[in-house]
């Protein structure tokens, strides 16, 4: 049930007239909870209409635009006529009586309010099946399958068995699911802390009768005293609760991870095209029409060629099943698949958990995988698994009010996610077959990871150092790529790397006839349409827009670098404008031709290299000029123009700020074991990112490094940034920043020498050795690598 929050606004009389501060309600009002918002607005009744007066106009537009309501006080004040008491109210909050409250400090008879089942608002439920009756939910499940007809070798027979299927299991799991009523915990006051607020309200209460000013100074006393108080209360509880996560390293890591973070935005209402949306119904149904637009495919702007052939190929795919190398599943496959999934993955529509799937009984294993099999074999995907379920969390950073600022997670069915595990290494072998990802992919692969790629950038930049003409980097930003993935143009583009025509049409029926519900709250819309992109939160994602970007052409005289949809462009040479402007053009020429989108004003270029060796010439995408920076991004590390690791620290530097903050925060444990364990577990990866590329630094780097990873130790432990490093490490029995940089970038290497895959193997080759004086400031990555693990 929503929260009711009530806010008190005091001006002084001697700011009548001030400027403050906009404080915006839209902003303020959490969806789905109610306000209250009153206090002393101290301004005369006639001065709301005058125009240097920005209260009024700004109270009548929120009533306007939002549905609140306004109430005055029910009599004048009796100090200051020209005070007017405002409180402004949701619509489902009723003031009743006037009454006199003990902790309200006012010069009136303020409004007391009834709020609706103000009751519900201290409670909670918490749905669950207890240990002892999951036996019983096994059994009943068990019974229920005597019913259960298995499907016939049809596409409708399918779907049938399907939801009978999942009928079952939501019936055993509704029968044995107990609800637990949980009073909200308040943090009760200790004896010292409740005699010191009581006294408090006390001299309150004898102030409002007298008015002396020597008891308005005992009231101030009184107050800090009680604020003491309170404050030391919730430190003994934050150690204490500190003491406990300690204990779990998984809980440990989870609430630390939100001390590091940046708080998150408070919960807002949605205002869309001048329209409020505060209910959990209205705002579902408003993110739904926005998602149901963007899950389509782009709008036809310049039809290309190949537009009417590749739809012609997508309605004429094969309507009966063909040949693909799937073996029948067995039961002890279906088994271990279920045994592997994580039990904390939430569940989708269908409310079907990972620990429910791992206590169904045999008959109901037997059940899924004959359905499983019959999918294969017929080629069709059960209707009931293509509906996800769609919830939205806030973007960082941005505007929490505008609905287009939220970033989708769609949540599909546990037993979706089986019969996709059990398929999608036969796909990905498909895919290997045709030569898809090949070397330029670093994204989903295994054996490959951001780092190597970033070396991998790095390093031919520090090569391109050598030439009179330094390596140019331009990246390149795809306009929601994986939402707006088109379909015909994907099956047409996997056509011609001659996919089987059986992967064909199970694609074709994978993707299409999807569809989505979204929930915010309580609220649950009816299901809307997805028409493009890939499904989001499928096993199967990944691997579809991984053999679409496979397709994107080489470009002569530029090498690309692909993780994911991340694309960086480099080349240098004397025709290095020439090349990227080349390369533009056919990457462009393939976004029409498989109807997707770059975005030019978030695409930049960096020119690397001496300031007089750096590239001048524009840079052009459809006759837009390209955004020249001085650093460029990729995938999280900053590239700055003279290859130096500058930029990157400053950053870290700033995450470096926010790990501190966490560290203070939890500075009041007093066990040092404890602290030296959040540390190593919870602070220092965030800032070890990277690593086997900043060991090769410089010694000012290195040092700067070494600052920056132990400045959260120091927090933590409460000791003087003055001291040393060094000995502060030896007295702790932990490695210092940099022998663990260094024994890092030696695993690095190491795993690095022993792949099988082309990209990690390239980094551990140095180039052929140029003369001294030609050697770059920086010297090859995998110069540094090979003389680690090397010295002779």
């Not at 039990?343 to 169904?360: E, S, V, W």
């Not at 004959?370 to 017929?378: Q, R, V």
């Not at 020429?589 to 270029?605: D, F, G, Q, Y």
């Not at 500075?667 to 602290?675: A, L, P, Q, W, Y």
Request: aromatic share 8%.
């Amino acid at each position: 049930s929503p929260f009711t929050y009530v806010t008190n606004i005091y001006v002084t009389p001697v700011h009548i007239g001030t400027r403050f501060q906009t404080i915006r309600i839209e902003t303020v009002c959490a969806r789905n909870s109610r306000h209250l918002i009153g206090g002393d607005w101290n301004a005369s009744h006639t001065d709301w209409s005058r125009r240097n007066n920005t209260w009024g106009p700004a109270l009548a537009d929120c009533v306007r635009n939002i549905p609140f309501r306004v109430y005055t006080t029910p009599e004048p004040t009796t100090i200051w006529g020209n005070n007017i008491d405002l409180f402004v109210i949701t619509t489902d909050i009723n003031p009743t009586e006037i009454y006199q409250h003990p902790d309200l400090l006012s010069d009136h008879l303020p409004i007391v309010v009834e709020i609706k089942l103000a009751s519900q608002t201290l409670i909670q439920t918490k749905s669950y099946i207890p240990g002892y009756l999951w036996n019983r939910f096994t059994a009943k499940i068990d019974k229920e399958m005597q019913t259960y007809r298995p499907p016939l070798p049809t596409g409708p027979e399918l779907d049938r068995a399907t939801e009978d299927l999942t009928k079952i299991i939501q019936n055993g799991a509704h029968a044995c699911t107990v609800t637990r009523t949980i009073n909200i915990k308040h943090t009760p006051l200790n004896q010292a802390t409740r005699l010191a607020l009581q006294y408090l309200r006390h001299l309150r209460k004898l102030y409002r009768q007298t008015r002396l000013p020597a008891i308005h100074r005992k009231i101030e006393t009184q107050r800090n005293l009680f604020l003491t108080l309170l404050e030391q209360q919730d430190t003994t509880n934050w150690k204490n609760k500190i003491k406990n996560l300690a204990r779990d390293e998984t809980k440990l890591f989870k609430f630390v991870k939100k001390l590091k973070t940046e708080p998150d935005a408070p919960p807002a209402i949605m205002i869309h095209q001048g329209h409020s949306y505060i209910s959990d119904e209205a705002q579902a149904t408003l993110i739904g029409r926005i998602f149901e637009d963007q899950f389509s495919p782009w709008p036809v702007q310049h039809p290309h060629h190949l537009r009417n052939q590749q739809m012609t190929h997508y309605e004429n795919t094969p309507t009966t099943p063909r040949y693909i190398d799937i073996p029948p599943a067995t039961i002890q496959n279906i088994v271990d698949i279920i045994k592997n999934l994580k039990t904390n993955k939430a569940p989708g529509i269908d409310k079907i958990t990972p620990t429910h799937a791992k206590r169904l009984p045999r008959s109901a294993i037997i059940a899924l995988t004959g359905l499983i099999n019959l999918a294969i074999h017929l080629q069709e995907y059960p209707t009931p698994w293509k509906t996800a379920l769609l919830t939205t969390i806030p973007k960082p950073g941005k505007d929490p009010t505008n609905p287009k600022n939220r970033r989708p997670i769609s949540l599909i069915s546990i037993l979706a996610k089986v019969y996709d595990a059990y398929t999608l290494p036969k796909f990905q072998e498909a895919l290997n077959q045709i030569g898809i990802p090949d070397s330029r992919q670093a994204g989903f692969r295994p054996g490959h990871g951001t780092v190597h790629q970033i070396g991998a950038i790095i390093q031919d930049l520090t090569r391109s150092q050598r030439s009179t003409h330094p390596g140019v980097v331009v990246l390149l930003d795809f306009q929601q790529a994986f939402d707006r993935v088109d379909w015909p143009a994907l099956l047409w583009k996997l056509n011609e790397r001659n996919l089987g025509s059986g992967w064909i049409r199970f694609l074709k029926n994978y993707l299409c006839e999807r569809k989505f519900v979204v929930r915010v709250g309580t609220a649950v819309t009816t299901p809307y349409s997805a028409t493009a992109g890939v499904p989001q939160g499928s096993l199967y994602g990944p691997s579809i827009y991984t053999a679409l970007i496979h397709t994107l052409p080489d470009t002569p005289g530029v090498r690309q670098f692909l993780y994911a949809d991340d694309i960086a462009l480099l080349t240098d040479g004397p025709n290095r404008a020439e090349c990227l402007n080349n390369a533009l053009r056919i990457i462009s020429e393939w976004c029409t031709e498989v109807h997707a989108r770059l975005n030019p004003t978030k695409c930049t270029v960096t020119p690397f290299g001496p300031e007089a060796r750096r590239m001048a010439d524009p840079v052009t995408l459809n006759l837009y000029p390209l955004q020249v920076v001085p650093i460029a991004i990729y995938l999280g590390f900053r590239m700055q123009q003279n290859l130096t690791f500058r930029a990157h620290l400053t950053h870290l530097r700033t995450r470096m700020a926010l790990v501190t903050q966490a560290a203070r925060l939890l500075s009041n444990t007093e066990d040092i074991r404890t602290k030296i364990r959040i540390y190593e577990t919870s602070l220092r990866p965030v800032l070890e990112y990277a690593a086997p590329i900043l060991h090769c630094g410089t010694q000012a780097e290195r040092l700067e490094i070494t600052t920056i990873l132990m400045r959260p130790l120091k927090a933590i432990l409460d000791l003087p940034i003055w001291m040393s490093n060094t000995q502060i490490c030896i007295n702790l029995g932990i490695p210092h920043p940099l022998a663990r940089l260094e024994e890092m970038t030696k695993r690095f290497i190491q795993k690095c020498r022993d792949s099988i895959h082309m990209l990690p193997q390239s980094l551990t080759r140095p180039a052929a050795l140029v003369p001294r004086n030609r050697m770059p400031r920086h010297r090859d990555l995998s110069l540094q690598w090979q003389a680690m693990l090397d010295p002779g």
